[in-house]
């Protein structure tokens, strides 16, 4: 009698999470042998043991799937077989884990054209983009600030696109459904806040776009009528139409001027 051949075979079914580990060996004389794996989720040391099983045949294939690294993504590992005269070592496999990629991107945008109407406190944007997207407009009451775009690391400069970052915000989707060009927003303005900043970013296709809208700032402020007095005293014979609540500021030029204000 004498300890089993055994043969590393290789990897399958490998995904960024699990492998299957395959195996074969020859019992060698017929005595009871049990066969598993050394692996390591790395490429240096084999620190892990699979589950035995059971050789039942003078030659048997067998399998078994492990957990794998995705950080060092190159694995290895080795069969082993075993019986009552000893143990045997298959060759050491290597095999490469594939890396989870990013979420594909959506395609790029940019706002071609920008409007905006007052409602009292409430102001609503329109957007147009060139081509359709999923919008969102972020909100705040003070204005973002951009991280640098580079960073020092292993004494070398890397460089990547500016972090943006906002203290407080919130977020307004936009009025219409699905990938569109126009795109509405309502803003309703607080009434502590005078100034809100805004930028908007989006989804093409369902998926995230890169890109992001210029910063836009908009200030509140109330309705006030200027009434100044610059030509003839005949010239105030004009009607002056006012909404109510509208504040009144009045410039005097001379002392003969007259104003007279009346509400229809």
Do not use: C
């Not at 692996?39 to 957990?67: H, K």
């Amino acid at each position: 009698m004498t300890a089993p051949i055994v043969i590393s075979e290789g990897a399958t079914n490998i995904t960024t999470k699990k492998a299957t580990l395959v195996g074969t060996v020859r019992t060698m004389g017929g005595l009871p042998t049990t066969a598993w794996f050394h692996y390591a989720p790395g490429p240096l040391f084999l620190n892990s043991s699979t589950p035995s099983v059971t050789i039942t045949q003078a030659w048997q294939s067998y399998s078994l799937e492990v957990d794998v690294s995705v950080t060092t993504f190159i694995n290895r590992f080795r069969a082993v077989a075993g019986n009552t005269d000893g143990v045997s070592f298959g060759d050491y496999i290597k095999y490469w884990v594939p890396q989870p990629g990013k979420d594909q991107e959506g395609s790029p945008f940019y706002i071609r054209q920008r409007e905006v109407e007052w409602a009292d406190r409430d102001l609503t944007l329109y957007l147009w983009s060139d081509v359709p997207t999923t919008l969102r407009l972020r909100v705040s009451k003070r204005p973002p600030w951009k991280k640098r775009g580079f960073h020092f690391k292993r004494g070398r400069v890397f460089h990547h696109s500016p972090i943006v970052h906002w203290a407080w915000s919130w977020e307004i989707p936009q009025q219409e459904v699905g990938d569109v060009e126009l795109h509405t927003f309502t803003i309703p303005y607080p009434d502590q806040y005078n100034t809100l900043w805004m930028q908007a970013t989006g989804w093409v296709d369902g998926k995230i776009s890169p890109s992001r809208s210029p910063f836009f700032r908009y200030s509140y402020t109330p309705a006030v009528l200027d009434l100044g007095i610059y030509g003839q005293p005949d010239a105030l014979d004009d009607h002056v139409f006012l909404e109510e609540g509208t504040d009144i500021v009045l410039t005097y030029v001379t002392e003969t001027n007259t104003i007279k204000i009346s509400r229809a």
